[in-house]
Every structure is written in structure tokens, then in C-alpha cells.
């Protein structure tokens, strides 16, 4: 017995769960002023998925979602315990659940899934009467997956037909005093709940005394230490040393630009100077060969000439110093001795040509 209760009670649940799935796709099929009606097939067309161990029940025209629902409670009862079955009946035939836009608001509409669910269900009880609320609601899933657009169009059609009423209907409803009152209530509903959410607070000597000469705070009969003049100054500090940084990043960065600019002069500079190295490079370069020149020349034309004293004779190695002793014996202060080698130098000097 505790077990079937248990057992009931679960599969209430799912029977409400699975009717709040329902009632959601259905609402959602309905359009928005100035939608496409045309598109708002996406939810309609994908069945919905069977909850295990609910009994769906189809949904006529006249029933709301609820009382599909207790339809499904009822038949789930009398899976269980068969002799509770007429009381069970008679109970769930007695409530009703009013509608969420009022009592007079129109009926919701219904979506094609649905309309299919409630043209075959009946039909395919009666072909397979062993067959459950649960295995016939698979089925028929399936069999509205397997069908071609052509054959779910006038299901499709007629959802949107009821949309189109519904929708025509609600503009109607909407101006009419029952709807007016019915907004009415859901606003006083709604004050109502905000205001019961209200904690209630409790006198204040008796909920908070603050303790001024040790700075406690007491709170329902807890010492409990406070450190906001300790939080302020931490929170000073650390605006103090924010601005600080901020500070110096702007310096720091006023720094770098002014390096940047002597250091893009530098590099001005360095290449300056290097297209002036390299020219004089070019120059000695130049002046290198020329000496080489001078002196191979210079050796050819005093090959012949030796030096009193050494005997030595110029070479393109030695001429330097040739030259320098010579310059030395010519103008010394006996040059009157070497009167025969001047003359002999001149004479060389005359016929010697050197390219500038």
C-alpha cells in the first residue's frame, strides 16, 4: 500500500510536469503583434518528449491543461488500485483551474503537434487496446516525426488559424472590464507578495549597541569587533598610493619620451658620422696608394745612388730612410763636401716625374 502511494504521488508529478511542458509549447506558438504567423512553427513541429510513466490525454477544445491533468492522475489510479477508480474520477471531474488571463479570457490555442495527438490518439486506442497512455504517446511522436511537410501543413494550418482567433480574441478581451479587473488583481496579488517578503526587524536598542569604548559593536548578544575606521584608513592609504603611481607612471612617461627624442638625435648623429668615416677611409685609402707609388718611383731613380759613409742604396723598402740620410748629408753642415752628390741629386730630381 505504500509502495502504490508512493508510486502515485511520483507520477502526479510527472503528470504536472509533463502538462507544464505541453501548456508552455502551446503558448509559445502564439505570435506577437506584427509577427509572421507563418513563422512560429519551430516549437509545434518537434514533438515533445514523452516523460516516463505519464499518461497524456488529449487535449479537446473545451478542457484546459489542468484538467488533462488530473484525467492522468485519474487513469494512473486506476493502474493501481482499480477501486478507487469512480471516487477518483468524481474528484479530479470537480476541479477546475481557472484561466491565467481571467475567467472570461479566450481559450488558448492549440498547436499542430497537439491537434494530431488528439485526431490519432483515440483512433489507435481502439486498433491496440493493451497499448498505454505512455507507449501510444511514443507512437504518435513518432509518427509525427516520420510525416512529410505536406501531410503536418493543414495540422500546421489550423494551429495558426487558432493562433489568428486567439490572438483576435485577445484584443477584444482585452478591452473589456473583466480584463481590467483581472490586471487589477495581479497587481494587488503582486504588492501583496512583496510586502509579505518584508523581513521584520527588530527594535533598535534591542537588535544592535554599539560599545563606543572598545569599539564593539554587540549584536544579538555576540561582541562582535567592527573595523571600519581601520577599513577607511586602510582604503585612504591605498587611494593615496594609487594617485602616487599614477604620478609617477606620468613622469616616467614624460622620461621616455624626452629619451626617445635625444636618443632618435644620437642615431641622427652616429650615421653622419659614419658616412664621414667612411670617406675619410676612402681619402687614406687613396693617399695610401699614392705613397706606394712615390716610393717605387723614388727607388727606381736612386737605385743607383749609394751614400758616402754606408755605401747604402735605395729599395722600395729602405727608401725612407734613404731619403732622410741624404736630406740629412745635403743639408748638414758639411754639405760643401758632398758638392758632386748634389748635383748628381738634382739632376735625378729633374728627370724624375711623379704623378700627382
Do not use: C
Not at 43 to 69: A, K, L, R
Amino acid at each position: 500500500m505504500v509502495k502504490d502511494s508512493w508510486a502515485l504521488s511520483r507520477s502526479r508529478f510527472y503528470l504536472r510536469l509533463h502538462a507544464l511542458v505541453i501548456e508552455l509549447s502551446t503558448m509559445s506558438e502564439v505570435p506577437k503583434p506584427g509577427d509572421n504567423p507563418n513563422t512560429s512553427h519551430a516549437v509545434s513541429e518537434n514533438p515533445v518528449v514523452p516523460v516516463p510513466g505519464v499518461q497524456e490525454i488529449p487535449v479537446t477544445q473545451g478542457e484546459s491543461v489542468t484538467q488533462v491533468v488530473q484525467m492522468n492522475e485519474v487513469t494512473h489510479a486506476n493502474t493501481l488500485s482499480p477501486a478507487n477508480a469512480d471516487q477518483n474520477v468524481t474528484k479530479s471531474k470537480s476541479k477546475k483551474k481557472k484561466n491565467k488571463l481571467g475567467v472570461a479570457a479566450p481559450r488558448p490555442p492549440l498547436t499542430g503537434y497537439v491537434r494530431y495527438l488528439n485526431s490519432r490518439r483515440e483512433n489507435l486506442k481502439n486498433e491496440n487496446p493493451n497499448l498505454t497512455f505512455p507507449d501510444i504517446t511514443k507512437i504518435l511522436a513518432q509518427e509525427w516525426a516520420n510525416l512529410s511537410p505536406e501531410e503536418k501543413q493543414p495540422y500546421l494550418d489550423a494551429g495558426v488559424q487558432d493562433r489568428e482567433r486567439w490572438l483576435q480574441e485577445m484584443e477584444v478581451y482585452k478591452g473589456t472590464e473583466n480584463y481590467r479587473n483581472f490586471r487589477r488583481q495581479q497587481e494587488e496579488k503582486q504588492k501583496a507578495k512583496e510586502t509579505s517578503k518584508e523581513p521584520v526587524r527588530e527594535p533598535e536598542e534591542k537588535r544592535i549597541k554599539i560599545a563606543s569604548e572598545n569599539g564593539q559593536r554587540v549584536i544579538n548578544g555576540f561582541d562582535i569587533p567592527i573595523f571600519t575606521d581601520e577599513f577607511l584608513e586602510l582604503n585612504r592609504a591605498r587611494e593615496a598610493e594609487l594617485r602616487q603611481l599614477r604620478r609617477n607612471s606620468s613622469d616616467f612617461e614624460l622620461q621616455n619620451a624626452s629619451l626617445s627624442r635625444i636618443v632618435e638625435s644620437m642615431r641622427t648623429a652616429v650615421d653622419g658620422l659614419e658616412v664621414g668615416i667612411k670617406g675619410r677611409r676612402d681619402s687614406n685609402l687613396s693617399i695610401i696608394h699614392h705613397l706606394d707609388r712615390m716610393r717605387a718611383s723614388l727607388a727606381a731613380a736612386f737605385h743607383a745612388v749609394a751614400l758616402p759613409d754606408s755605401g747604402a742604396r735605395a729599395t722600395v723598402d729602405t727608401v725612407d730612410d734613404f731619403m732622410l740620410q741624404l736630406h740629412g748629408l745635403l743639408t748638414g753642415g758639411e754639405s760643401s763636401k758632398h758638392f758632386q752628390l748634389l748635383a748628381r741629386v738634382a739632376g735625378i730630381l729633374d728627370r724624375l716625374e711623379i704623378q700627382s
